[in-house]
């Protein structure tokens, strides 16, 4: 039987305290933001500025601008990732919605079976490395963004820039 260690120092770097602490910043974000309301019509600006510092292509124009236009749109997107990732896809399937996971499994589903079954088991590692890689890589910038949404809240809201 597999024993699952309960020594949290050793496995900080794990899939599922990466994952933990997304829905815990998520949830923080969640508790502070008594009012989401008071996200809309705010521009992500702050954020952006800091991005395409870093990253931009050869026209000046970031290569994945972000869909949401404010940070009530970008609220409502941490919530509903942290919630397809507490519920799954199926609570989505009964309700109707399709989420961008839900969306994936479904495309991966529909791509024709190429290449014979030895080559598909020996290329699965490869593909667990890569896909594992970029969930780490995600979760961890959507910390980032759910603890930077509630910072910003708090600094705006003490600051009362928000209040009309």
Not at 51 to 75: A, F, G, I, S, W
Request: with cysteine.
């Amino acid at each position: 039987m597999m024993q699952i260690s309960n020594d949290t120092t050793s496995n900080k770097h794990s899939l599922i305290n990466v994952m933990n602490r997304f829905i815990a910043a998520a949830n923080n974000m969640d508790e502070t933001i008594m009012v989401p309301s008071l996200l809309r019509d705010v521009p992500l600006e702050e954020q952006l500025a800091s991005q395409t510092t870093v990253v931009e292509t050869n026209n000046n124009e970031l290569p994945y601008p972000n869909k949401q236009r404010d940070m009530y749109e970008h609220y409502l997107l941490l919530k509903s990732i942290k919630n397809d990732m507490e519920w799954g896809l199926l609570k989505r399937e009964m309700s109707g919605g399709a989420s961008f996971l839900e969306m994936a499994v479904k495309q991966e589903e529909q791509q024709p079976v190429t290449g014979g079954l030895p080559d598909e088991c020996s290329d699965l590692e490869d593909q667990f490395h890569y896909h594992l890689r970029g969930l780490f890589g995600v979760l961890s910038k959507l910390t980032m963004q759910a603890d930077h949404l509630t910072n910003r809240y708090k600094r705006e809201i003490g600051g009362g820039n928000f209040m009309r």
